[in-house]
């Protein structure tokens, strides 16, 4: 019996303390990446969600340490952003004349799907997002 199994698609992976210089430094390698993967179209997309849930780690968590995953899938990519907090993102309505508090409503604008899921370290927010055209994982 012969079994073949899909390859994993390809993906990246970042331990980061979020700080500015380190939002501009993930914003620029989200950027190339999705652009690599040939989604071109998800490009500024990604990079915003990408900064948003990035940003809600130093706003609302206890420590500003994160990971932040890029997954290419067939359809388009996936971005999680895992922190120390169990705490799940509370999305509110924004109010538009203030500084911040926008973020999740952007997300969820964007991606065809966001959420967070607990882990044992704390929680993964997560969106995914979607292009037009089906590309084949390399």
Same mark, same amino acid.
């Given at each position: 019996m012969n079994v073949t199994t899909e390859p994993e698609p390809p993906h990246y992976r970042h331990e980061l303390y979020v700080q500015p210089q380190s939002l501009a430094q993930m914003r620029r390698i989200v950027a190339c990446l999705v652009d690599l993967w040939d989604f071109r179209e998800l490009t500024d997309t990604a990079t915003l969600?990408? #900064? *948003?849930l990035l940003t809600n /780690?130093? &706003? #609302?968590?206890p420590s500003p340490r994160c990971t932040l995953t890029l997954r290419r899938r067939t359809d388009g990519v996936r971005i999680t952003v895992g922190d120390s907090s169990p705490t799940p !993102?509370?999305? &509110? /309505? !924004?109010?538009?004349?203030? *500084?911040?508090?926008?973020g999740l409503a952007l997300v969820g604008g964007l991606a065809a799907a966001w959420g967070s899921e607990p882990t !044992?370290?704390?929680?993964d927010?997560?969106?995914e997002l979607r292009c037009t055209r089906r590309t084949a994982v390399a």
């Open positions: 969600c990408a #900064h *948003e /780690v130093g &706003r #609302h968590t !993102p509370t999305p &509110r /309505v !924004p109010d538009w004349l203030a *500084e911040s508090g926008r !044992p370290y704390g929680k927010v997560w969106a």
